[in-house]
């Protein structure tokens, strides 16, 4: 596997986070929140740590510590399956599990996940492995999610 070399805009991310240190934290985020998530963004997580800080946070770490290849189909499987979650557990999550995630929602990130991790692979895994080994990655990715 070929390993890419390390995304600008997450040294960019990571290089800011360090220089502004955790005490300028409530200014980022005002940026963040009016500026870069407004549309998005729900006024209550103006002040609360929500899914899109620890989507960035992910994908730097995943930056450093994976290939290419490993940081997108994350991403990927991320972008699709966690949505995906989250309106099918609001709109039909009925069995709940864990405060406010549901079985229905925890099921259809496993299905969307394993599909959209599937079709990556399938469209741009190492050739040099076997489709079959592409699908019990995929799973395994969905699986962990």
Do not use: C, Q
Request: overall charge positive; proline content about 3%.
């Amino acid at each position: 596997m070929v390993s890419g070399a390390p995304n600008t805009v997450s040294h960019t991310f990571a290089r800011t986070a360090v220089i502004f240190g955790w005490n300028s934290w409530s200014r980022w985020n005002d940026f963040l929140f009016d500026r870069v998530f407004r549309v998005i963004s729900r006024p209550f997580e103006r002040h609360h740590v929500n899914s899109a800080t620890f989507f960035l946070i992910g994908v730097t770490f995943a930056t450093f510590l994976f290939s290419r290849e490993a940081t997108l189909l994350g991403v990927v499987v991320l972008a699709l399956a966690d949505p995906a979650a989250m309106l099918i557990g609001i709109r039909w999550g009925r069995t709940k599990l864990v405060g406010e995630k549901s079985l229905e929602g925890t099921l259809a990130f496993f299905g969307v996940a394993a599909v959209a991790g599937a079709a990556y692979l399938v469209a741009f895994g190492p050739p040099e492995v076997s489709i079959a080994g592409r699908l019990a990655v995929a799973i395994t990715t969905a699986m962990i999610g």
